[in-house]
Nanobody
């Protein structure tokens, strides 16, 4: 079964940190560019971060720059999103996705992302 499974979400206080994990099964995740998206209630889905399979380059949204870091463990077929200094506006469900192509392309054309996880909720609140 080809799937992505996220974990690591939860409730955290403002200023805290979380590390989200996205494990792939049934396919080799490093063969694809890997991305993280989030969607808060009543808001559109937002691309948060991406790492390209072509050259390893990374992308971060303005909201995540300086606070979020995307990384891989190829041996575990897993991609991570380390989130530091979390803010209440980071509250959302976070989804990982994978697809062919560069991050610049995939973040603009999400219909080309072949695999999506089911999401993990993140709540930032005191």
């Amino acid at each position: 079964q080809l799937q992505l499974v996220e974990s690591g979400g939860g409730l955290v206080q403002p200023g805290g940190s979380l590390r989200l994990s996205c494990a792939a099964s049934g396919f080799t995740l490093p063969y694809y560019s890997r991305a993280w998206f989030r969607q808060a209630p009543g808001k559109e889905r937002e691309g948060v971060s991406c790492i390209s399979t072509t050259d390893g380059s990374t992308y971060y949204s303005d909201s995540g720059k300086g606070r979020f870091t995307i990384s891989n463990d190829n041996a575990k077929n897993t991609v991570y999103l380390q989130m530091n200094n979390l803010k209440p506006e980071d509250t959302a469900s976070y989804y990982c996705a994978a697809g062919d192509g560069s991050c610049g392309f995939l973040m603009q054309h999400t219909e080309y992302l072949k695999f999506w996880g089911q999401g993990t909720p993140v709540t930032v609140s005191s």
